[in-house]
């Protein structure tokens, strides 16, 4: 009512108008039941009223503004608390904590006014603010002056004494951590915790102080404040060197020595304690303070020096690091050490060193990451601040009364860190004792990258991994416990080894090519006299040129020297001297062998040379075109290092294909050959020939090759022709023999005399027996064919030979006078440019005598204009039904055709003059029952049917064609 009053006599300030306000407000509240909006209420007024102050200059002494709220802050719980039971007022705690703690920040406040918390305690300047502070108060109000623990009466015992400060302090602050605690808001409770350490580093009391530090050092890591972070640890610092904990002390200088946010000075300082510790003489020369590397120093990278980090045994293998020093000063190290950690797989011994190069890095460097810090740091890590802005309106006017940023993911910036660990001390690293160390001593680390170079030589094979690395000060050794990624390298003990392999992608059959030879020595020596010897393979020959080199590596690949190789070739066994190797080096020497010409192919025709080794094709490729047979010549190899011989295999691809064709022209016989180039290479096929191996003194052969050499490329066809011509009757067959040198035609430099390649076939059926000539000819009283119009065909077969060997089978008839065979004509036209009109087959009785004719005559019509090929005239044996044999043939032998035509007006007894003149042949169809046996066709040989108008065209003209348009009309 007093401030009621005042504003009546318009003699109110600006807290006096607020606080009758507020007032009005809180008792119509507690009127409605709603006492926890009360103290929301309060809060906001308190820190309105102070920043309003703040902003409007208003003149308040010293603490004064921090007294007022104090007093409102304690007035109105007590009022709270006056009108709740004690059980709602701790389910509402989250409510009133707010003030809880505004009331012990500004307690906090006085106290470091008035010199209530220094060391010392007030001077008399702190007194006399204290006495200004107490004055300004005024008199309690009568309405708590009888009551014990008054808000005003806990402000003046509070500011009257150090003692009771502290007290009424500590009770304020402890209630308000616990009150924070009991609701969850574990972040709030440790900033309250770090006002209070601060109080406790001021009192010189850091056994308390360090606790409350270590928890707010936890939340500033966890969101990553990094002038907290610093500033705090620090403060922690002081506190642990006070009490003595010299591994805690140690770690937090290591981390303030590497700590940017630090001035040179502060940074040198605390280095230097660490270093001074390390000089220092303990009573325990044996003991040992283990700290976490990554403040002293972080791993950046490593080299493999061979770089695939492979050695054999008893080989030196480098390891090279780059450690970043973070200390401001150059720190001598005493050692740097890297413990390895040995395992032996299965058959570890086997394995070679290409095949424990397979998953190494090429080129031996291995990066590592940053290493994180101990705790779940950084603010860079967490996701960006969400800022949007904030307008309130008034509801009746829509002006403008409030304004405000506002971040919508606070819940993803404030989240609790509650699986960190609650205090930063030495993580319980372990340092391993292993018996494998990579070590090197007095290293002096400058700021910044340092190289450090291990060396060690190989003992046992096995694999090695490197699990940690230390650094150690003195006593003090710094760890790094865990080398990620995994850093390993390999060991081996390796057999000697032989391998031989082409130069090129394969090796071609009747060419000398290069072979390469490579010695692996492994854990052999080679000493002088130590030799390979070659059991020659019978088909494949070893060529010794005037002089052999052969290259001696290290295992490394590095060249050691060049030394001449002696190669020796008796008729079945081949010796290589070796030089003389130390052990796990490489020898690689290179010579010459030549598969020879195989052995002929086996009579009947084959299309490919006959081989001695084994054949083999590939089935995978001939649906994309023709693949080369390949042959494997078999070496045994006896080497001084084994009692037992290595066998190996060396396959030989046979660079042409070879076919054959017997030609006609007439009764003009000829022999082509096609070699075909099946290699990559080009080739200069030379020296030609075609040889009877039967011995037939009554054969020529005639060659019509023009050039002695032919070029062929790759992948492309050559062809051979040449006549033959007898004297006398021709052989029922001939084995003939084709020879050709050849030579790569881009390898001039080849010196050896490359051996003739052969090709051996038989060919038979040299006697033409038929003759068949087709005619055309336009319709009557016209000069040309005209399409849709019928033409004339005439068919004449002309028997060339009298009664031959070849004639004797079941279509041969004997007669008084002659013999006949039975032969069906067959007219197709497979090109659909003719459509044969009537019968276009039958079956006809030929005699056999020489010049011995039929003509047959039918329809055809031409489909197109132009000039259309004749239609294909095909000549068959008819064989009769009732054949010994017909019962063993198969169902595509069978004519199914019913209408098949069989002759059956050939008079036996007419002579050929009279067959001569006769025109077309009468047949009828066949009276064969269905179910029985039918006739069957045998073809004719190839050469013993020559079609004489194969290859013949007739021109054909369009036809004027008057087109009738039918309309319907209804």
């Avoid at 303990?282 to 120093?297: C, E, N, Y």
């Avoid at 086997?350 to 424990?356: G, I, Q, S």
């Avoid at 509650?418 to 007095?442: I, N, W």
């Avoid at 692996?520 to 070659?534: F, P, R, V």
Wanted: aromatic share 8%; with cysteine.
């Amino acid at each position: 009512m007093e401030k009621r009053e005042l504003i009546q006599r318009q003699e109110a300030t600006l807290l006096d108008l607020r606080s009758y306000l507020f007032s009005r407000q809180c008792t119509l509240l507690l009127f409605l039941q709603r006492p926890w909006e009360v103290a929301q209420r309060a809060l906001e007024l308190l820190h309105s009223c102070v920043q309003e102050l703040k902003l409007l200059e208003v003149s308040v002494p010293p603490g004064a503004l921090d007294c007022w709220v104090f007093l409102s802050c304690l007035e109105v719980l007590q009022r709270i608390e006056g009108c709740c039971d004690r059980a709602q007022i701790d389910s509402n705690i989250a409510h009133t904590v707010g003030l809880w703690s505004y009331a012990t920040e500004k307690l906090k406040s006085l106290g470091y006014l008035c010199g209530l918390v220094s060391e010392k305690g007030p001077n008399s300047e702190d007194l006399n603010r204290t006495v200004d502070l107490l004055a300004g108060l005024g008199a309690e109000r009568p309405e708590t002056a009888n009551t014990a623990q008054s808000p005003y009466k806990k402000l003046r015992e509070a500011l009257s004494s150090v003692e009771a400060f502290e007290k009424h302090y500590l009770d304020l602050s402890h209630a308000t951590i616990e009150m924070y605690t009991s609701i969850g808001r574990i972040r709030s409770a440790k900033f309250v915790g770090k006002d209070l350490a601060e109080f406790y580093v001021r009192k010189k009391s850091p056994q308390k102080a360090e606790l409350y530090l270590q928890g707010a050092l936890k939340n500033y890591l966890a969101e990553g404040w990094a002038l907290p972070i610093t500033h705090t640890r620090k403060q922690l610092a002081e506190c642990q060197k006070h009490l003595g904990q010299i591994e805690n002390y140690l770690q937090t200088s290591s981390l303030l020595a590497s700590d940017c946010h630090l001035t040179d000075e502060e940074r040198k300082y605390f280095c230097q304690e660490i270093l001074n510790f390390a000089s220092q003489q303990t009573d325990s020369p044996g003991r040992k303070i283990v700290l976490p590397m990554h403040s002293f120093a972080q791993l950046k990278s490593l080299h493999f020096d061979p770089s695939n980090a492979v050695v054999h045994v008893g080989g030196v293998l480098s390891v090279e690091i780059t450690l970043w020093s973070q200390m401001p000063v150059p720190v001598h190290v005493e050692q740097i050490a890297a413990n390895v950690h040995f395992s032996i797989e299965k058959n570890n011994y086997r394995k070679t060193a290409e095949w424990l190069t397979k998953h190494k890095t090429a080129n031996g460097i291995i990066t590592f990451p940053h290493e994180p810090a101990p705790f779940p740091v950084s603010q860079n890590s967490l996701p960006a601040l969400e800022l949007y802005e904030m307008f309130e309106r008034s509801p009746s006017d829509n002006s403008l009364s409030t304004t405000g940023i506002i971040c919508k993911n606070v819940h993803m910036l404030l989240r609790r860190q509650e699986s960190s660990s609650a205090l930063e001390v030495p993580s319980g690293v372990a340092l391993e004792d292993g018996a494998h160390l990579l070590k090197c001593s007095s290293v002096t680390l400058e700021p910044g990258a340092n190289k450090v170079l291990f060396r060690t030589q190989a003992k046992e094979p096995g694999t090695y991994t490197l699990r940690q690395l230390c650094a150690s000060v003195g006593p003090v050794w710094f760890v790094l416990p865990h080398v990620y990624p995994i850093v390993q390298y390999d060991v081996y003990s390796q057999e000697p080894q032989l391998h031989v392999e082409p130069i090129t992608d394969s090796l071609l059959a009747g060419i000398p090519q290069k072979v390469k030879f490579t010695v692996t020595t492994g854990h052999y020596t080679i000493k002088n006299g130590d030799s390979l010897q070659l059991s020659n393979a019978e088909a494949m020959v070893i060529l010794c040129r005037t002089e052999n080199r052969a290259v001696i590596y290290s295992n490394t690949r590095e060249k050691s020297s060049d030394v001449s190789l002696r190669v020796q070739s008796s008729g079945k066994v081949t010796s290589i001297s070796l030089p003389a190797a130390p052990a796990y080096h490489l020898i690689e020497f290179e010579l010459d062998v030549l598969s020879l010409p195989s052995a002929p192919a086996a009579r009947g025709g084959s299309n490919q040379p006959g081989l001695k080794e084994s054949q083999k094709t590939c089935p995978e490729k001939q649906a994309a075109g023709h693949c080369m047979v390949t042959t494997d010549h078999k070496v045994s190899i006896d080497c001084p290092w084994s009692i037992y011989s290595t066998v190996i295999a060396l396959t030989f691809s046979v660079p042409f294909q070879t076919t054959h064709s017997l030609l006609s022209a007439g009764t003009r016989k000829y022999v082509q050959i096609c070699v075909q180039n099946l290699s990559e290479l080009d080739f200069r096929l030379s020296d030609s020939s075609l040889v009877d191996i039967g011995g037939s003194t009554d054969l020529q052969l005639v060659p019509l090759n023009t050039q002695s050499q032919e070029r062929v490329h790759s992948r492309q066809s050559v062809f051979f022709v040449w006549e033959l011509k007898w004297t006398r009757e021709p052989p029922p067959a001939l084995h003939c023999c084709f020879s050709v040198g050849f030579s790569p035609a881009s390898e001039e430099r080849l010196s050896v005399s490359l051996q003739p390649y052969t090709y051996e076939f038989q060919v038979e059926n040299f006697f033409t027996l038929y003759n068949v000539k087709a005619e055309i000819f336009p319709p009557l009283g016209m000069e040309y064919c005209k399409t849709g119009s019928l033409c004339s065909l005439e068919v004449s077969i002309t028997r060339l030979s009298d009664l031959l060997e070849v004639d004797k089978d079941e279509a041969l008839t004997e007669s008084d006078e002659y013999f006949t065979t039975k032969l069906m004509y067959e007219v197709v036209d497979n090109s659909s440019n003719w459509a044969v009109c009537g019968k276009s087959s039958g079956v006809l009785s030929m005699p056999v005598a020489a010049q011995a004719t039929h003509r047959v005559h039918m329809e055809v019509m031409p489909l197109f204009a132009g000039h259309l090929p004749f239609p294909d005239v095909r000549l068959f044996k008819y064989l009769p039904h009732h054949s010994a044999h017909s019962s063993q043939l198969d169902a595509d032998s069978w004519i199914e055709n019913d209408s098949l035509s069989v002759d059956k007006h050939v008079d036996d007894g007419v002579d050929s003059s009279s067959i001569k003149s006769r025109g077309s042949v009468h047949s009828a169809a066949s009276t064969e029952h269905r179910g029985l046996p039918m006739p069957r066709l045998q073809a004719f040989p190839p050469g013993q049917v020559f079609n004489s108008s194969a290859g013949m065209q007739v021109f054909v003209i369009p036809s004027k064609e008057d087109h009738v348009l039918e309309v319907s009309v209804t």
